[in-house]
């Protein structure tokens, strides 16, 4: 895997500075993250 992609916006990762992991998924960045968890299941 040598690029992540943000499970939201699915934008290629290349800052792992502002990266976010949650729940096995990975995002660019906190707003992703918390923007992904707001549409639920
Ligand atoms: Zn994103």
Known sequence: M???SCAHCGCRIV???TMVE???K???CVN???ADKEHGD
């Open 32 to 34: 992703c993250a918390e």
């Open 2 to 4: 040598p690029h992540a």
């Open 22 to 24: 949650r729940e096995g």
């Open 15 to 17: 800052d792992h500075s």
């Open 26 to 28: 990975t995002y660019c």
